[in-house]
């Protein structure tokens, strides 16, 4: 059974940082790709960054450029460093990973989310 678990949200000043992570656990294989999407109350829910694992080519939306970074290590855990956080970060972040192999199965898994809050 794989599951994807975050921790690292919290309440935050504008200008501070946070640090999320993400672990996949389970007896996976190969994972594609893994990313971090955030909804804000009353808005769709949006890409924020993309990693993947195998070549470790990252993507950013335009918002973030700069400010965060994505990482992941070989214990298929994966982080969003987030510095000069802005009010309009504050979202739930989930935490998204593509085509999970493991010896039987074959799915894109989401996580729990994790609230992020940046006052002003």
């Known amino acids: 059974q794989v599951q994807l678990v975050e921790t690292g949200g919290g309440l935050v000043q504008a200008g501070g940082s946070l640090r999320l992570s993400c672990r996949a656990s389970?007896?996976?294989?190969?994972?594609?790709?893994m990313s971090w999407y955030r909804q804000a109350p009353g808005k769709q829910r949006e890409l924020v960054a993309s990693?993947?694992?195998?070549?470790?080519?990252t993507n950013y939306t335009d918002s973030v450029k700069g400010r965060f970074s994505i990482s992941v290590d070989n214990a298929n855990t994966m982080y969003l460093k987030m510095n000069s956080l802005k009010p309009e970060d504050t979202a739930v972040y989930y935490c998204?990973?593509?085509?999970?192999?493991?010896?039987?199965?074959?799915?894109?898994?989401w996580g729990q989310g994790t609230q992020v809050t940046v006052s002003s």
């Open positions: 998204y990973a593509e085509k999970v192999a493991t010896a039987t199965l074959l799915r894109d898994y």
């Open positions: 389970g007896s996976i294989l190969y994972i594609k790709s």
């Open positions: 990693i993947i694992p195998t070549t470790g080519r």
